[in-house]
Structures are given as C-alpha cells and as structure tokens.
C-alpha cells in the first residue's frame, strides 16, 4: 500500500547527547575518524548497517540506547572531547588567517557537483569530487569560500548490471530532511527562497539548503517548491539529465541563482559577501551575468554602465576549465539562450546582444549558431586556469581562437594542477604508521608530515599494506556476491565469491569513468596475453575495476560489457573484477587496498586525473600513461610510464602498440619487483619505490597545496584587482573606457621600421644587439602601448622558439602620432638566432599581454 505523503521524523536528543546533532551535522565527521568513533560508540553494529551515515544512525537508535548513553560518564566524556575539538577547529586561526595579510573577504566557488560523502551523492565523478577536496581543504586551511551548487532530488544515477553485463540505472528519490543540511531560513522562520524570470511562466522559485564542510557553508538551491509547476520542479530532478533546455535551466539556476543565493545567505547570517567569484567549469558561467545586472540595474546604490560592469565582474572572477575536448564543453543553440536572456527574461536589463556576443563563436572554426559557456566563462574572468601543466598547454591551443593574433603560449590560460584531500581518502592505518615516529597530522602545514617516511620500518609497512589489500578484498567479495544475485544469480552459484582475489597477489586498481578516450577495455586487446599475466603461477596479477558510463553513452556501456563478460569467465573471474555503483564509499578501500594504480587515457585528453593521486598517498604506485599531472610529476622512481604510439593516426594499431607495452611492463617490470622478497618477506625493492613515491609525491598531490595555490596566484591578485577598480567604480569606468579607447585606434597602430646595429651576420656571445624601432600609435600615448623586442633562438622556418622579451624606451616623438623606442639585446646563447619587434596595450590593470587580443607586429 503506498502512502499518499512522505516526510522524515527527527530523532529528539537527551541533553546531554545533543552535541551528537551537532556533530553529524557538520561534514567534517566525513573525514575526521575520531567523530567517526563517537558515532560507532553510540552501537557499532547499527552505525555500519546505516552505510556510516550519522544522521541516519541518529534516526535508528532506540531511546532506550540514548538514555543510556546519557547516563555513560565515559561515552559523554569522549563526546565533549569530540565536540570541544569541532569547536577548536571552527574558530581557530589556520594557514590562511595566519599567513594570507590581505586576501579576499570570502570566495564564492560556484560547481554543478560536489562530492563531499557518500551520504550525500550531489556528485557523478572527477569534477564534483576535486570540488569536494577544494572546500575541505580550504576549511582546513581557513579560507573564507562559500560554495555553491544544486541539490538534486535524485542526485546521480545507482549503477548495476544486468544478467548479460549491461549497465542498468536507478534514480532513488533524496529526501533533504534526511540529509546532513538545514534550510536557511529567515528571523520569522520563513524558509529563504530566490527566484528567477522564465520566459515560459511564472518565475522559477528555488529554497536554499546549507551544508556545513568544516568551516566552509555550501549552499545548494533546490526547486522541489510548493507553487513550482511540474517542470519548474523537475529543473533539480536529477545530475547532467535532460535535454538541452533542461540543462541550461539548471546551469541558470546554478549561475543567476547562485548569485542571489548568496546575497540573501549574507544578509540573513552577516557572513560576508564573496570579493571573488571563481567559476568551476562552464556550467557556472551565468553568474558573471547576474553580476553585471546586478551594477546595471543597481537596486541600492550607484548603476554603472555595461563595460564598466564587465570590468568590475571580470577583475574578481576566476575560471577554471576542466576539459581537454571539445565534446565535453556545454554549447546551447544560440535560439535557445535568446528565449530565456530575452524580453522578460532571467537578467532584465542586460542587453540581449552583448549577453550573445560573450558565448559566440565568433572566430576561426567556430559555429555562429551556438552558445559556447567555456568560452563566455574565459570573456567573464580575467583569471582562467587549466587543471595541470600539460591540461593548460592543451586549453592554450584549443582556445587560441580568442586570441588569434598571439602565439599559443602567450594565450592566457595559466594552469593549477588539481590535488586530493588527504584526510579523506588516506587510510587511517597509514596516518598512524607516520603518527608513530612524531608525525602531526592535525596541522594544516603538511609538509613536515613527509619526515616520517623514512622511519617507519619496511616491515610495519607491508604489513598495513596486506591489511589494507584484505579490506579491499572482503569488500570487493560482498560487492561482488551482491552485484551477481542483482544478476539473478542463485546463492548456490556463488560459493566460488569466497575465494575471489587474495590479500597476498599484486592488486591492480582501475575506476574512473567509461568514456572512450580513459580506455576503459585496453587492457583486454590481448585476452589471452592478459590471462597470462592474471593467472601466471609464481607472479600473478589481480585487477579490481569500477566505473559509470553516462546513462546516454551506449558506447561507455558496451565498454562496461565487454569487462563484465571476460570477468565472468570461471577461468579468470577470481583474478578479474567489476564492481558496480562506483562512488566514495567504493573509492575508500579501493585506494589504499591497490598496489599500483592504472591509468590509460589517450593522451592528451586526461586533463588531469585525480585518481592516481589518491593511490600514492596511501601508497601505492602508478602505472600510467604521462598525461594529466602524471606527465608532470613522473620522475623514473615513483611508479611506471605506460609508453604511448604518438603519431600513428590509426587508433586501432595505436590501441595494439600501447597495450603490448602495458604488458610488457607488467609482466617485466611490475610484478618481479613486488614478488621480490628478502628472507622477511618483505619486498625492499617494492617499498624503496613506496617511500619514494611518498616523498616526491606526497607534498605535491595535496588539495591543500593546491588551494594555497589558488589563494596566491588567483584569489588574492583577483581581490587585489577588484578592491583597485570597485572601490568607487571610477577604476573600472576608467579601465573599461581606455579599452574602448585602445581598440577604436588600435587599426592605426603599426611597426614602421626597424633597424639595428652592434652585430653583422656573424656574432660571438656576448655581443650587444641595438634595436631602434620606429611605430606609429595614431591617436595613443606611448604610455597606452608596450613595444618590445622579441629575440632567440629560430628554427628551419624562421620561428621563434620560446622567445626571451625585453620593452624598448622610448627615445623621440615625432609629428603624426610616430615615435622612435630603442633598446639593446644581450646575445647569451649560440647558434640560430633572430628578432622581432611588436607593439601591445599597456595598463597597469591588465593581468595578461593578450587580454585585449591586438597586437601589431614589425613587417617580415
């Protein structure tokens, strides 16, 4: 019989037990073991069938247990302990209260995703998760972000397998009341709300939920609201489902949304208001719009015109690109952003033309007829990164088209390489071999943390890591038996689950994704050369592989088949397998348990890859393709570089070559040096490759690195820029009419002549080249413009490879707005060499040489 309503009755606390809510409901118990413990204090064997969600766990236990607990001494002794730590940790000065003099008020960090715990599944993967690891480690290092997202009443899909190995989805309804967050709500009560114009009804009204991640408030808008028409409340109904429409409703809601979102949370709990915006992928982009509307069509205080908006907006907005391919960028059709930006629309007020022009195509290759919102994400932001050194290089080329007239290298785009939060994903049992020779885990400095590596004795650590290996393979074991019976597998079929995989044969680990491009099925090129190496009798190999294919992507779901049928297979099923449903609380054992972590994308389409790092810190070593960060940090010593057949254009002989040298090292390589024991049993050579990684690795794959990274290189500068032109808009009415000035003369502006002397064709190092460069600026001041010299070593064509840059000065002006600017240029290196002169805009305000995008070059 179905009920006609549903709701969720909260648990009623003793007094004395009350700081349980306020544990639970804080996120941090997610990766703070010692609240973990409370909870499974309260009844462990209740605290592991609620799936270790304490909100749940709180909902289950009798009152009969509560009063004794309220009555323990011990258990309320540890429970204050636990919550005095909560508060120490909320209020106390960190990194960047200690270190940061001048950084942003507050940060607003604005994600379609955010995986923060399992117990609640706002997340589909790699992007939701470094979002996650983004707010924990800014709690943990005190940085004032605000995050903001969508709460999705379905979340993302549950994954599980059909008798023939076909993903099947599930979409299990969320209730918020039984989730860790609360409602913002105003003094009299009232539950918060904004709202936004649609063009196709009434306004779309959306409450605002809050999480607590630490120290760190994560708003997240939901539009399951009394009053909604049905497809107004279907908008948050699940995680990147839905047609075209449907998507940018959300993304509008997530931009525009988020934005007023954050003004009522300021205003409601005095928290304050985000100096810089930071725009986590595209699907963010909106919000820059509902800023501009937001100074133009100024409610309380001064409104300013459109440029001047734009510069405002622009100085304190970070983007942050985190695709490699096209494919993965949202492009609405440009009709359908008219209807909802138009007449009525979500930002009345904001010219429907400009709004346009900042997601058009409009350069070389580009499609007029589409909306492109990576692209309005870099015009919005005068910061933009990629997400690891070779991802930046990539996002350079693949968006040069903003910037024709510089060279890829000058296109700006700079890159912050992605990192892991480690007390989220580092077993415990690790932490506390480091804690046993004096580490401090507790201190958000963690550098000091990597002395201990060394100490630790090799035994002690192959130990741990056999424990970690077992805990993978009893959790892997119960998956499995679950997965098979979801099959319709009978119980008497599955006696052979008992003995899948061993605690005591290398495990090799690979869960990401099934896109095409991650190579989810390369490893089966050979199945016969892959059955070797699982079955081999003195050095076999087991692989452990998880992954989700999107609900629409019937190739990545052929790809999960074709695993699944030769896991199936009685000869190898005990040394092969796929589990089902992968997510945070699958990844937990899943890390720490592996020997070495695969990846075999196509390079260079992993932008960065996260999952590797996560291995390492526990651990275990990589055995990667060098794309993504791994292309950076691979240094011959913490793990193997799969080699890749770079230049054959035939993907299936690329596919063949790759895996035979996937093989080769495993075979060759990998699975020698783990069998290699001393007369201990302990194989030394493996654990100087472990310590190794540790070290090298381990201070850089932090999240906590990369958001110091974020704070130096784009947050404070950002703050920095937008406190120079907001603080009475003249700054940026300044900025915005100089460029209007710039580009309206920019067609005069041009390289005459240049002449040189000190050298002849012939020169030694250490010559002395003189440059005179003679330009004519038209209507601008020398001041307005750079020139510069641009020298080095030339390539077979005449290329500059790499140029070293030096400004010339200016020496005389002439009549007609001509100037003669000179300079000298030191030769240091030998061979090939060859210069340029080029004219750029100059203003102290510019964060980059092409942030206008004209440049005039001197005549060839």
């Given amino acids: 019989m179905r009920a006609i309503r549903r709701f969720t009755v909260r648990p009623v606390l003793p007094d004395a037990l009350a700081a349980l809510g306020t544990l639970a409901n804080n996120l941090r118990w997610s990766w703070h073991p010692p609240t973990q413990d409370v909870f499974a204090a309260v009844d462990a064997e209740l605290w592991e069938s609620c799936a270790y969600d304490p909100v749940r766990l709180l909902g289950a236990v009798p009152k009969t247990r509560f009063a004794e607990l309220a009555e323990d001494g011990a258990f309320l002794e540890r429970l204050g302990a636990a919550e005095a730590d909560l508060t120490a940790y909320l209020s106390e000065d960190r990194w960047y209260q200690k270190k940061v003099a001048d950084g942003p008020r507050a940060i607003g960090y604005f994600s379609p995703e955010f995986g923060i715990t399992e117990v609640l599944p706002q997340y589909s993967g790699g992007l939701g998760i470094l979002a996650g690891d983004h707010l924990k480690a800014a709690s943990d290092l005190g940085v004032p972000i605000v995050g903001v997202g969508l709460l999705y009443r379905h979340g993302y899909f549950k994954q599980s397998l059909s008798r023939e190995g076909w993903q099947q989805e599930t979409y299990p309804v969320l209730d918020p009341d039984g989730l860790p967050i609360s409602l913002l709500r105003g003094p009299d009560g009232e539950r918060a709300t904004i709202s936004i114009d649609l063009p196709d009804g009434p306004p779309l009204i959306a409450r605002i939920w809050v999480a607590s991640v630490g120290r760190v408030p994560l708003l997240m808008l939901d539009t399951d609201v009394e009053g909604n028409p049905e497809h107004y409340v279907d908008v948050t109904d699940r995680l990147y489902g839905g047609n075209s429409e449907h998507r940018l409703r959300q993304e509008l809601l997530l931009g525009v949304g988020g934005v007023r979102a954050l003004r009522v949370f300021s205003e409601l709990t005095g928290h304050p208001a985000p100096e810089v915006f930071h725009t986590n992928e595209g699907h963010a982009g909106f919000l820059g719009l509902e800023r501009i509307r937001e100074l133009t069509v100024a409610e309380d205080g001064p409104q300013v015109d459109f440029d001047t908006a734009l510069e405002m907006g622009r100085a304190s907005t970070v983007f942050t690109t985190h695709t490699p391919v096209p494919a993965g960028i949202d492009r609405f059709p440009r009709t359908l952003v008219e209807q909802y930006f138009g007449t009525g629309g979500a930002t009345p007020g904001v010219p429907l033309d400009r709004i346009l022009a900042l997601g058009s195509e409009d350069y070389t290759g580009g499609d007029p007829s589409v909306f492109n919102m990576a692209v309005m994400g870099f015009r919005l932001a005068q910061r933009a990164n990629g997400v690891s050194q070779l991802h930046g290089e990539v996002s350079r080329g693949m968006f040069n088209g903003l910037w024709p007239a510089f060279d890829e290298a000058e296109v700006p785009i700079g890159s912050i390489t992605n990192g892991v939060h480690a007390p989220t994903w580092v077993a415990r049992e690790m932490f506390d071999l480091a804690v046993g020779q004096g580490a401090d885990t507790r201190s958000d400095e963690a550098d000091a943390f990597w002395d201990a590596v060394d100490k630790v004795p090799g035994g002690e650590v192959w130990a741990v890591k056999r424990r970690l290996r077992e805990r993978l393979v009893l959790d892997a074991r119960k998956r499995l038996r679950k997965s098979w019976q979801d099959r319709g597998a009978a119980t008497a079929e599955l006696k052979w689950i008992d003995s899948a995989l061993s605690p005591d044969v290398l495990t090799i680990g690979f869960a990401r994704r099934a896109a095409s491009y991650k190579r989810l099925t390369l490893m089966m090129r050979d199945p016969e050369r892959l059955k070797s190496l699982l079955l081999h009798p003195e050095r076999p190999v087991q692989l452990v592989i998880a992954g989700k294919a999107h609900p629409a992507d019937d190739g990545g779901k052929k790809l999960i088949q074709d695993i699944v049928r030769l896991s199936d297979d009685p000869e190898v099923r005990h040394r ?265 805009p100059r203003n102290d305000l510019l964060t980059s040489t092409a942030e206008l995008g004209v440049v005039a070059l001197a005549p060839a």
């Fill in 576 to 840: 092969i397998v796929f589990l089902p449903n992968y997510d945070i609380a699958m990844a937990k054992p899943l890390y720490p348990g592996t020997d070495v972590w695969l990846n075999n994308p196509l390079r260079p389409y992993e932008a960065c890859g996260t999952s590797g790092m996560k291995a390492a810190l526990n651990g275990g070593l990589n055995l990667s393709v060098l794309d993504g960060w791994w292309d950076e940090w691979y240094d011959g010593d913490n793990g193997w570089a799969i080699p890749t057949a770079d230049g054959v254009d035939d993907i299936d002989k690329r596919d063949d070559l790759e895996a035979a040298a996937l093989y080769d090292l495993i075979e060759n390589d990998v699975a020698p040096r783990f069998y290699d024991h001393d007369h201990e049993g302990v194989p030394t050579r493996w654990l100087e490759m472990v310590r190794h990684t540790l070290k090298s690795l381990g201070p850089k794959v932090l999240a906590t690195r990369m958001v110091r990274d974020y704070v130096r290189a784009l947050y404070a500068p950002a703050a920095g820029n937008a406190r120079l032109l907001n603080s009475d808009y003249t700054g940026a009415a300044e900025l915005a009419a100089w460029k209007k000035r710039v580009r309206a003369a920019w067609g005069s502006v041009r390289v005459e002549h240049v002449e040189s002397s000190g050298v002849g064709d012939a020169a030694e190092v250490g010559a002395v080249l003189s440059v005179r460069a003679f330009v004519c600026l038209g209507d601008l001041a020398p001041d307005d413009v750079h020139v510069q010299v641009l020298y080095g070593r030339i390539d077979g064509n005449d290329e500059l490879a790499e140029p070293s840059i030096s400004d010339l000065g200016l020496t005389e002006s002439y009549d007609g707005g001509r100037h003669r600017f000179d300079g000298d240029v030191t030769l240091d290196t030998s061979g090939p060499f060859g210069y340029t002169v080029r004219v750029i």
